[in-house]
């Protein structure tokens, strides 16, 4: 079981809007509705911020969205704020009762 | 509050052992899947293994099946990992998760300890 891919980095301006992608196979993110995204500042523990690709808990803004196509998944932050910077990991359940990271991307707003 | 709280890392020796603890707090440790997900600065994270909220199903990742045992007692809200055989690769921060499910996880982790860390150097 290899780890999901993401780019290492991602940047945008306040304001704009960016998508971060999760790339695994049909064994895990292309066979199953259950990604969630994390976000993680330095020295703080990840906190969740998407779940079964789209959906998103309780309190988290809704500038913050998830969709997926086939073997990838992506997150999308729309109108950035300073805030949004940090480090974001992507997660799949990959059958046999395993999950698999991706190894993150860190988000830069310019 | 709700909140996870880890304790028993340490520095140890290839071929070592070590248990680490978690204790939960602030919700029905019971009715909840837990995990354990380590992190190393150039690896990321990674999901290290899983129970049923019973703690009659456990879940390895292939990189630590065999070394690793999961285990929880519910009488005292407590998480448990052993670790075994300890290679130089399992340096880590191990961190204590709460699953949203109370069976399988499928990944949706929504609290989060701060972790322990976990050192394998001669």
């Known amino acids: 079981q290899s780890a999901l891919t993401q780019p290492p980095s991602a940047s945008g301006s306040p304001g704009q809007s960016v998508t971060i992608s999760c790339t695994g196979t049909?064994?895990?993110?292309?066979?199953?509705?259950?990604v969630s995204w994390y976000q993680q500042h330095p020295g703080k523990a990840p906190k969740l911020m998407i779940y079964e690709v789209s959906k998103r808990p309780s309190g988290v803004p809704d500038r913050f969205s998830g969709s997926k196509s086939g073997n990838t998944a992506s997150l999308t932050v729309s109108g950035l704020q300073a805030e949004d910077e940090g480090d974001y990991y992507c997660?799949?359940?990959?059958?046999?009762?395993?999950?698999?990271f991706g190894g993150g991307t860190k988000l830069t707003v310019l | 509050e709700v909140q996870l709280l880890e304790s028993g890392g340490g520095l140890v020796q290839p071929g070592g052992s070590l248990r680490l603890s978690c204790v939960a707090s602030?919700?029905?440790?019971?009715?909840?899947?837990m995990s354990w997900v380590r992190q190393t600065p150039g690896k990321g994270l990674e999901w290290v293994s899983g129970i049923s909220s019973s703690g009659g199903s456990t879940y390895y990742a292939d990189s630590v099946k065999g070394r690793f045992t999961i285990s929880r007692d519910n009488s005292k809200n407590m998480l448990y990992l052993q670790l075994n055989s300890l290679r130089a690769e399992d340096t880590a921060v191990y961190s204590c998760?709460?699953?949203?499910?109370?069976?399988?996880?499928?990944?949706?982790?929504?609290?989060w300890g701060q972790g322990t860390m976990v050192t394998v150097s001669s």
């Open positions: 049909s064994s895990d993110v292309g066979g199953y509705n259950y």
């Open positions: 997660t799949s359940y990959a059958g046999s009762n395993s999950v698999l």
């Open positions: 998760v709460k699953d949203v499910r109370s069976s399988t996880s499928r990944g949706t982790f929504d609290i």
């Open positions: 602030g919700f029905t440790f019971s009715s909840y899947a």
